[in-house]
């Protein structure tokens, strides 16, 4: 879940800050003191919940929350103040909450309980196989510390989620089957590691030393179009970086004729 805290008062916003964090530990918090970064941040990103100070300076939390609702209409707004005669304004603009100062973590967690809208899981890693193959985490392209974890995650990616050996991993990655165990075991760890980073471990499956992807945890051009999801994304090109995807690129080709 990613929420929003937006107060212009410093303590104020600490407060109803350490009230959200608490309440939902496991969120993705973004607290602004200024309604036009809490926007912008807005535009680019999906947001849950919106925690909205109604008396600040410029655009109000009303304000704030009707522009918020224009690119966003299904985020839920819950308004944060000390006075009661916004509630009003609150109730026409189909608010999820209204919480009364001062904030405790106790009314912040009875107010996520009780959403409007209900919080959809979100799949943060997309891999694009189409093409040259990338990933990326919310948006933007995820970094790895050697080069040739990307290609394994690729090749994961490829076996759809079958549990892939080692020996199997190192034969595809270095043609040949020796003389790469230490290294590959340096790519595994970039590997896991990344992903805890980007807090997405269950991305990755590993079972008695073996690795597979998890399909159901990210989104993927590729799977889309075996699932009918996407029955034009495919263009003649698949992980064209990799030799070794020119097994599956034939596949697609004579899938793609039978259509």
Not at 48 to 76: C, H, I, S, W, Y
Request: glycine share 6%.
């Amino acid at each position: 879940m990613t929420i929003l805290a937006v107060d212009d008062e410093k303590l104020a916003l600490q407060a109803l800050s350490d009230a959200i964090q608490a309440a939902a530990p496991a969120a993705e918090l973004h607290s602004f003191r200024w309604s036009e970064d809490a926007l912008a941040f807005a535009q680019k990103n999906h947001v849950d919940a919106a925690f909205l100070d109604v008396a600040m300076p410029g655009e109000n939390g009303v304000q704030v929350a009707k522009t918020l609702t224009l690119f966003q209409p299904r985020v839920n707004i819950i308004f944060v103040t000390g006075f009661g005669q916004y509630r009003d304004a609150a109730f026409d603009l189909h608010a999820s909450g209204y919480l009364m100062k001062p904030v405790t973590a106790e009314k912040v967690r009875v107010e996520l309980e009780h959403l409007r809208y209900a919080v959809q899981s979100r799949k943060r890693v997309r891999v694009q196989t189409f093409g040259n193959f990338e990933v990326f985490l919310d948006g933007s392209p995820m970094e790895f510390k050697y080069s040739k974890t990307k290609e394994l995650l690729a090749y994961l990616v490829d076996r759809r989620g079958a549990l892939c050996t080692v020996g199997e991993m190192i034969s595809i990655l270095f043609e040949e089957d020796r003389g790469h165990e230490a290294y590959f075991k340096s790519l595994r760890r970039d590997l896991l590691d990344a992903m805890d980073a980007a807090g997405c471990p269950q991305v990755i499956s590993q079972q008695r030393g073996r690795l597979g992807i998890v399909p159901g945890q990210i989104d993927c051009d590729y799977y889309d179009y075996l699932n009918g999801k996407e029955k034009t994304a495919y263009t003649g090109e698949y992980m064209t970086q990799y030799s070794w995807g020119e097994y599956t690129h034939g596949q697609l080709e004579t899938q793609t004729a039978k259509l």
